[in-house]
């Protein structure tokens, strides 16, 4: 069945670094787009980024340009997202997603945990 799988979320300092993954599986991963969101608490879930197919383009909302990186590895069906100078209103669930719009496919994973925090 599908599975996204995320990981790399965890307990981080203000101004530290994450990389957190996206492993996917039970569909073909090169033929999806991928996509980063958030949600903190007592807000609604919002997009941070996407990357095409075969990785030539990606996207990202504009309060999230310039600390955020998405990136994949089809070979490894793995989505990245690189996160820098982590701030305390990044804490939120971070969860990826798999989109082929024109088929109206969309896939979830559960989510993982980002927390800032001294």
């Known amino acids: 069945q599908v599975q996204l799988v995320e990981s790399g979320g965890g307990l981080v300092q203000p101004g530290g670094s994450l990389r957190l993954s996206c492993a996917a599986s039970?569909?073909?991963?090169?033929?999806?787009?991928m996509s980063w969101y958030r949600q903190a608490p007592g807000k609604e879930r919002e997009l941070i980024a996407t990357?095409?197919?075969?990785?030539?383009?990606?996207t990202y909302a504009d309060s999230m340009k310039g600390r955020f990186t998405i990136s994949r590895d089809n070979a490894k069906n793995t989505v990245y997202l690189q996160i820098d100078s982590l701030k305390p209103e990044d804490t939120a669930v971070y969860y990826c997603?798999?989109?082929?719009?024109?088929?109206?496919?969309?896939?979830w994973g559960q989510g993982t945990q980002v927390t800032v925090s001294s």
């Open positions: 990357i095409t197919t075969d990785g030539g383009r990606t």
């Open positions: 997603n798999a989109g082929r719009v024109l088929l109206r496919l969309s896939y």
């Open positions: 039970g569909f073909t991963f090169s033929r999806f787009a």
